[in-house]
């Protein structure tokens, strides 16, 4: 079964600074997809940065990049050059590469601190 | 930039009563989708619908549970005798195709009394 871990309920950062999120999963299958998903108060969940398991190289979107160790089955998010907005929940996923259905981790939540 | 809809924000009924929530995905999207987070859990996958039909479900949508598409822009989930447990937000998602990212919706907070 696919489960998705994420071991910090809480986080925060000084704004300006660099904070890495941690996500570990379980699976079985060679094709998947791992995903980020960050939630504002309030808010949509939106799509961070997304991961094909079959790429080496680790996704990176402007300020945000991850850390996909395959063989340890982890998928770390580190947010650079933090900003006030950075302060969300931030959810770990994962999907098979042809199924429909999201496995979530718990969340982190992210605190931002001017 | 388009976004997916869900109505109600909020939606309070008692035990025993029928709800249906509502989406409206993004327009050029083929894959609909169903979540629910109870409060302090994760969110879990309930459904999809693709075509028309449900493509894949989970452990939790059994048959208190429902989905269609009644026109050519609504998603509906209809939870059938609403028990105290089914209080969640439950989130309606959609994609352009199976590969694709899915964009969610702002979400539907049922409590049941």
């Known amino acids: 079964a696919q489960t998705v871990t994420q071991s910090q309920p809480e986080m925060s950062v000084q704004e300006a600074e660099t904070v890495t999120l941690s996500c570990t999963y379980d699976t079985s299958e060679s094709d998947y997809y791992l995903f980020w998903y960050k939630q504002p108060p309030s808010r949509q969940m939106i799509l961070v940065i997304r991961q094909e398991a079959y790429k080496q190289q680790n996704a990176t979107e402007n300020r945000f990049s991850v850390n996909f160790q395959k063989a340890a089955k982890s998928f770390s998010l580190k947010i650079s050059d933090s900003q006030l907005g950075d302060a969300a929940m931030y959810f770990c996923?994962?999907?098979?590469?042809?199924?429909?259905?999201?496995?979530f981790g718990t969340g982190t939540s992210l605190t931002v601190i001017p | 930039e388009p976004e997916v809809t869900q109505t109600p924000s909020h939606q309070v009924t008692q035990m025993g009563q029928e709800v249906i929530l509502r989406c409206v995905p993004i327009?050029?999207?083929?894959?609909f989708y169903w979540y629910r987070q109870i409060l302090g859990q994760k969110v879990e996958f309930l459904v999809s619908f693709y075509n028309n039909e449900i493509s894949e479900k989970s452990e939790i949508f059994d048959d208190q549970f429902s989905v269609e598409r009644p026109d050519g822009s609504n998603f509906t989930l209809k939870i059938r005798s609403t028990k105290l447990e089914d209080s969640a937000m439950y989130f309606c998602a959609s994609s352009e195709g199976l590969r694709y990212e899915q964009y969610f919706g702002p979400g539907t907070r049922l409590t049941v009394t």
């Open positions: 996923a994962y999907r098979k590469g042809t199924g429909n259905q999201f496995y």
């Open positions: 327009s050029n999207h083929l894959y």
